[in-house]
C-alpha cells in the first residue's frame, strides 16, 4: 500500500507539472514566463495571449487536477488518504513544475479540478464564492484568494455537520497554503493598489504581477 501511495503522489506531480499554459502561449509565440507575473495560469496568459489561449489554460489545469486525484484512486485504491494527498501534490506539481525550472502558476484552475474529483459540492461552492468578489473587484488574485480559502472552510464545515473525511480538510488546507504563498506579491500589491485588473493586457518585459 505504501509503493501504491508514493507512485500516486509522483504520478499526481508529474500531471500538474505538465506545462500546459506555456505550451498554449507558445502557440501565440509568447513565452508566459517571461511576461507579466511569469505564471503560466489563465490569467497570466489571457493578458499576453489573448482569451481562446486562457480558456484552454483554464480548461488544462482543471483538466490536470481532476486527472491527479483520478490516477491516485486507480494506482492507490487501498489507500485512503491517497485522492487528498495526491490534489495536494498535483497543484504543488503546476506550481512548481519540474519542467519549468519549478516554475508554474498559483494553481486555483488546478484545485478546482482536483476539489471536483474529491467533492464536487464543495468545488461548486468555492467557485462562486471566489468568483462574486472577483467580478466585483475585476482582480483575480481576490478571486483566487477568496477560492482558496473557501475550499478548506466548507470541508471543514463538511467533516464537522456531516461526517466528511479528515482527509478532505488536509487537502484543503494544503491547497489554500500553496496558492497564499504564490499571491503574496499580489497581496502586498493589493494592499499598495497596484495590482493589475481583469482585462488589462501586459507585454513582453512588463514587471506586473498577476494572480495566476
Not at 501565440?28 to 514566463?33: A, I, P, S, T
Not at 497554503?177 to 507585454?203: D, F, M, V
Request: aromatic share 6%; hydrophobic share 55%; net charge positive.
Amino acid at each position: 500500500m505504501l509503493l501504491g501511495l508514493i507512485a500516486a503522489l509522483a504520478a499526481a506531480y508529474l500531471i500538474g507539472s505538465l506545462p500546459t499554459g506555456y505550451a498554449i502561449a507558445r502557440l501565440r509565440g509568447v513565452n508566459v514566463l517571461q511576461v507579466g507575473s511569469g505564471h503560466t495560469g489563465a490569467t497570466n496568459v489571457l493578458r499576453s495571449s489573448g482569451l481562446a489561449c486562457a480558456a484552454l489554460t483554464a480548461v488544462a489545469d482543471i483538466a490536470k487536477g481532476y486527472a491527479g486525484v483520478a490516477v491516485a484512486r486507480i494506482v492507490a485504491p487501498g489507500a485512503l488518504w491517497a485522492p487528498a494527498l495526491a490534489g495536494i501534490a498535483t497543484v504543488l506539481g503546476h506550481n512548481k513544475s519540474i519542467f519549468l525550472r519549478f516554475g508554474g502558476g498559483v494553481g486555483t484552475m488546478t484545485t478546482l479540478g482536483a476539489t471536483l474529483a474529491i467533492s464536487p459540492t464543495t468545488a461548486l461552492i468555492a467557485l462562486v464564492a471566489g468568483a462574486i468578489p472577483m467580478a466585483l473587484t475585476r482582480y483575480a488574485s481576490v478571486g483566487s484568494l477568496v477560492f482558496a480559502i473557501a475550499v478548506p472552510i466548507i470541508m471543514g464545515f463538511g467533516a464537522l455537520l456531516r461526517g466528511w473525511p479528515i482527509a478532505w480538510v488536509l487537502f484543503g488546507i494544503g491547497t489554500a497554503l500553496l496558492s497564499i504563498w504564490e499571491l503574496r506579491r499580489n497581496i502586498q500589491r493589493l494592499a499598495r493598489g497596484q495590482e493589475r485588473k481583469i482585462g488589462q493586457t501586459i507585454a513582453p518585459g512588463s514587471d506586473d504581477v498577476s494572480s495566476e
